[in-house]
């Protein structure tokens, strides 16, 4: 599945960004956008994908974002920001990939 690399403004830090499915989620719809945090990859326990900042449906994104308007993913801490630049470059590229997000969908 493609990815997303993004530099938030807010907090300097580098997220990958990946389209999954969650297995945990409840009903048809499992598909999720995961944000990563890249500061620890291959460090202090975590893999490639560096430490696992947040996951939300991708109706929630897709749903819920307004132009410009970024994301806390740990309300009230100064990290796990993304900004509203990142955002939106984030939502154009889950639309860019709706075709392999409808692809995950279970029929």
Do not use: C
């Amino acid at each position: 599945m493609s990815e997303l690399l993004i530099h938030s403004s807010e907090d300097e830090r580098p997220y990958r960004v990946k389209l999954a499915e969650d297995p945990y989620i409840r009903g048809d719809d499992k598909r999720v956008v995961q944000f990563w945090d890249l500061t620890y990859q291959n460090r202090n326990g975590f893999g490639d994908d560096g430490q696992r900042a947040g996951s939300y449906s991708i109706r929630t994104i897709l749903d819920s974002h307004s132009p410009t308007v970024g994301l806390d993913m740990l309300f009230g801490q100064p990290y796990w920001k993304i900004d509203g630049a990142s955002m939106d470059a984030v939502v154009e590229w889950v639309l860019s990939n709706e075709r392999k997000v409808d692809d995950m969908t279970p029929r």
